[in-house]
């Protein structure tokens, strides 16, 4: 039996999304898609056979719709989250979970009452063939104990709309949740700082930021996020152990031996940087239904992410070490990650 799909928010994401759940995962198919631009709704339903249908509610309410996917802006996940538990409908949410860890907790709270998993968080690096072989080199030991880890998340450009939080609630959150699966460890404390700020960043954005993280096995961890960086897509993940050094590995990429150079091209977007994991999270998601329900990412780890995040934009604006505390994980949620 296919899986009959309701998608919220066609914008670059879930257009992406509902395109793959109808070409790549065997068992699903888009059925109603929405989007407060109705004409766009309008456009991508009709493009991959699916009905438009006015609100994000109707969606999750359609009796022909079984699983839901949130692809709209972040402060709308709360609200459609909480009723496709309320519906009793499973929901892959993009990230973040909710905007805040007050959000994403009321969103853990009605999933324990409702008895069952039923959501899961687009954290889609935990899928990423790269980011797994590294885990597993870390988890072997092959490094020793890990004792600092060295990311950048860089951007070419990003809107006049993106915000100075935005660069924690929308693109750290990444690291956020990717370095605490891969090192099997919780935050502490975070700290941001400001460098220089770049002349191609607008008026009111602080960009570049340098992100730092303490676990609670004490390692420490630095991200740099810029998101106006110009060049590329680039992702950097580097993690030093007492015996050795392991890093993310980059794309696959032709090495150019022209004109007196060698070169390898670097993405200027996330959609290919992350192509691969996108499908295999989403295949994934929808294996998991058939077996009683979502195993990735929780509601669990989005709120865990969210705290991380809150702490950060304190920081921002107080440029001090804010602690980090979360709550007692409920055992609904099974082993940590
Ligand atoms: P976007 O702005 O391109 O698309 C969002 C769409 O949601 C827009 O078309 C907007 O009209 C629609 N929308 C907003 N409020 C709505 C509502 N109440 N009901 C129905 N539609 C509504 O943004 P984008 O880049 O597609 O991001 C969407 C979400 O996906 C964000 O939460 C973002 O953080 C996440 N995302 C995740 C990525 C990942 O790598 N996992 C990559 C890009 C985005
Ligand atoms: C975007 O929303 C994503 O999730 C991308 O993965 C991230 O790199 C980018 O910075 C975000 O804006």
């Known amino acids: 039996m296919a899986y009959k799909v309701g998608v919220i928010g066609t914008g670059a994401i879930g257009v992406e999304h509902a395109r793959r759940i109808n070409q ?21 339903a009709a493009g991959i056979g699916a009905r438009a249908l006015p609100t994000g509610r109707d969606v999750i309410a359609a009796p022909d719709v079984d699983v839901v996917v949130v692809t709209s802006w972040g402060p709308t996940h709360e609200e459609f989250v909480l009723a496709a538990i309320a519906a009793g409908k499973p929901v892959f ?6 905007t805040t860890a007050a959000g994403c907790l009321r969103i853990v709270e009605a999933e324990v009452k409702h008895g069952k998993r039923l959501v899961q968080v687009g954290f889609m690096r935990r899928y990423d063939a790269g980011y797994r072989a590294l885990r597993e080199v870390v988890a072997a030991g092959k490094i020793g104990n890990p004792l600092m880890v060295h990311c950048a998340h860089r951007n070419a450009a990003v809107p006049d709309s993106y915000t100075t939080d935005m660069a924690i609630t929308e693109t750290v959150i990444h690291e956020i949740d990717v370095l605490r699966w891969l090192l099997d460890d919780d935050y502490v404390s975070v700290q941001v700082v400001y460098p220089r700020k ?37 992702i950097q993940c580097e993690v030093v152990g007492e015996t050795g050094v ?21 993405l200027v977007d996330w959609k290919q940087r992350f192509i691969d994991a996108y499908d295999v999270e989403l295949q994934a998601f929808f294996d998991d239904l058939g077996r009683g329900g979502p195993t ?34 409920p055992g609904f949620y099974g082993s940590p990650r």
């Open 198 to 234: 770049t002349r191609n960043a607008s008026g009111q954005l602080r960009d570049p930021q340098l992100v730092m993280m303490e676990t609670a096995k004490g390692i420490r961890i630095d991200v740099e996020v810029f998101v106006n960086c110009k060049y590329g897509y680039d």
């Open 296 to 329: 990735g990412p929780s509601s669990w780890d989005g709120y865990a992410a969210a705290v991380t995040a809150d702490a950060c934009v304190q920081s921002q604006q107080s440029g001090k070490v804010v602690p980090v505390s979360t709550r007692q994980r």
């Open 246 to 266: 392991a890093r993310l590995p980059e794309p696959a990429s032709v090495i150019l031996r022209s004109e007196a150079r060698r070169s390898v091209g670097i």
């Open 24 to 44: 790549r995962i065997g068992e699903a198919n888009v059925v109603a898609v929405t989007d407060i631009d109705g004409a766009r709704a309008k456009d991508i």
């Open 93 to 98: 949410c993009e990230k973040p979970l909710a």
